[in-house]
Structures are given as structure tokens and as C-alpha cells.
């Protein structure tokens, strides 16, 4: 099972919208509603931040959303904040029966 | 309040197998549904799925791993084991366990494990 492919980083001013891509295959991210996103700070375990394509946990704030077409989820943060700084990794169910995770993107506050 | 802990030795040779413990409380893998789930991090490296046991002892592995890991769980200690034989340098990483739900249709990772540092050297 190959690592879904993020961008190695992203970067926005404060207050900006970013968009953070995470693209499969029909075997897993286009053949299932079941991606997620997780955001992990430095020395930190990760935490869900978008479950099932779009669905936020309690907490999370509303500025964080995800979206999907075809082979290609996003995660999109908007007005971004210093404490956005962080990598983020997508995840999916795969046909395998196994999970996968993104290759990870480094968000960058400017 | 749902809380995993992670457990094992911070050093093995190359070689050698690891055998590391995840120890749970605020939910049990009696009940059906949960699951418990192994994902490492080599250091500064992306996240990788491991292995995942059900309720049911359904058991499920990397296909890249599938030859090296065992996983399996003691209901009564709220523990689930993880082993992966003959340890390589590169398998250096923080190992974290996780809970997902796969039992209620939710394929995600909601309570995570701080994790511990495995460092593979001679």
C-alpha cells in the first residue's frame, strides 16, 4: 500500500485561507467516504481534526474543513492562526482492509 | 475519558524482537465495535499504519509488515501487544497505539497514545 501524496509544505499570512491536497487511488481515498486528517505539533501525538471527508470532532474548530473529488481529498484552514503551525497528514480505509496515511505537509504561518 | 500508554523498551538490537504494550482504560475491546490500532513515526518522517485487532480478534497488518508483526490483546488488562521481529536501524520511531471504532462504521483515529521511542542500534 503506497503513502497517499501530500505537499511537503504550505504556507499562508495570518488570516488566509490554505488548502492542503491528499491524493489516492480508487482503492482507497476515491473508493471510500472514510478519510480523515490529523494535525500533530512538535513532540506531539496527532489529533483528529476531520473525520468521514468532512465531519469535524467536538472542538475542533470551524475553520478547519475537508472536501473530496474523485481520487483527491483536501483540508482546507481558513483565517489562518499562528497555532495552525503544524504537519497534518491525511489518512484513508483502503480495499486491502488495511489504512494509509499521506506522505504529511508542513503548514507554515508567514 | 478514554486514555491509551504505550509501554516498552526505549533501545533493541538489530535482530532482536520488540515487543511493546498498549494499555488502555475508558473503553473496553470487549465491547463491540472497538478496535485498537499500532502507527509509527520514524524520526522526522511521515506517519505509517501498522496493524489493527478488533473485538472480535479480527486481526489485520501492513502488507509491506505483514510477515514481521503479531498483534493481539488481553481483554482483561485492557492490553493490546504488539511484536515485530528482526529489528532493523530503520525501524527507528515513535510508536503510537490508537483506538478506532470500525465496529459503529467510524474508520478513524479519535484517542491517541503519547508514544514511545524505539531506537534500534547496536
Known amino acids: 500500500q503506497s503513502a497517499l501524496t501530500q505537499p511537503a509544505s504550505v504556507s499562508g499570512s495570518p488570516g488566509q485561507s490554505i488548502t492542503i491536497s491528499c491524493t489516492g487511488t480508487s482503492s482507497d481515498v476515491g473508493g471510500y467516504k472514510y478519510v480523515s486528517w490529523y494535525q500533530q505539533h512538535p513532540g506531539k501525538a496527532p489529533k483528529l481534526m476531520i473525520y468521514d471527508v468532512s465531519n469535524r470532532p467536538s472542538g475542533v474548530s470551524n475553520r478547519f474543513s475537508g472536501s473530496k473529488s474523485g481520487n483527491t481529498a483536501s483540508l482546507t484552514i481558513s483565517g489562518l492562526q499562528a497555532e495552525d503551525e503544524a504537519d497534518y497528514y491525511c489518512s484513508s480505509y483502503t480495499s486491502s482492509i488495511t489504512h494509509v496515511f499521506g506522505t504529511g505537509t508542513k503548514v507554515t504561518v508567514l | 475519558q478514554v486514555t491509551l500508554r504505550e509501554s516498552g523498551p526505549a533501545l533493541v538490537k538489530p535482530t532482536q524482537t520488540l515487543t511493546l504494550t498498549c494499555t488502555f482504560s475508558?473503553?473496553?475491546?470487549?465491547?463491540?465495535?472497538?478496535?485498537v490500532t499500532w502507527i509509527r513515526q520514524p524520526p522526522g518522517k511521515a506517519l505509517e499504519w501498522l496493524a489493527r485487532?478488533?473485538?472480535?480478534?479480527?486481526?489485520y497488518y501492513s502488507t509491506s509488515l505483514k510477515t514481521r508483526l503479531t498483534i493481539s490483546k488481553d481483554t482483561s488488562k485492557n492490553q493490546v501487544v504488539l511484536t515485530m521481529t528482526n529489528m532493523d536501524p530503520v525501524d527507528t520511531a515513535t510508536y503510537y497505539c490508537?483506538?478506532?471504532?470500525?465496529?459503529?462504521?467510524?474508520?478513524?483515529?479519535?484517542?491517541w497514545g503519547q508514544g514511545t521511542l524505539v531506537t534500534v542500534s547496536s
Open positions: 475508558g473503553f473496553s475491546l470487549s465491547t463491540g465495535g472497538m478496535c
Open positions: 490508537a483506538r478506532i471504532r470500525v465496529g459503529y462504521g467510524d474508520y478513524f483515529f479519535d484517542f
Open positions: 485487532i478488533d473485538w472480535d480478534d479480527d486481526k
